[in-house]
């Protein structure tokens, strides 16, 4: 990614999660498990949280598609400490969003979409099909 777009999202990461009460930060990642941008976190923290978080969406995804549950739209995990809020963006990203448990959960959950949404706009990472299946 250039210099120009990781500005780009930050400025739509800083905008729009800015205003979520308690944000400790957020990282969008490729389908891969690749940390695109992180906002509020130290690289090497966001490239764990990407990886891990990237095994969670992978898991919802293919849940969904076992139950005919169509596009995951949010998930929501709850710890003592910590809220994280996964969100798809575009086609073939993720954002990850990370909350102290004073964030209000409609506010996460509201601002997290509408800011996946405006990534998606103009970020577009396909998802890799599938190998064929030897036979």
Known sequence: MTTTSNDMIYSVL???LSRIAGIKGAVLL???????SSYL???PQ?????????GIASTMKA??????????I????????RYLCIVGCGEGSTLIVVTSRKARLGELGGEAVRTAQALGEWLGTPERSQAPTSQ
Do not use: H, K, T
């Open 14 to 16: 800083d905008n729009n």
């Open 30 to 36: 490729s389908n891969d498990g690749i940390m695109l």
């Open 41 to 43: 976190l130290d690289r």
């Open 46 to 54: 966001g490239e764990r949280v990407a990886a891990a978080s990237s």
């Open 63 to 72: 849940i969904s598609r076992e139950v005919d549950g169509g596009r995951v």
């Open 74 to 81: 949010r998930q929501l995990v709850e710890m003592d400490d």
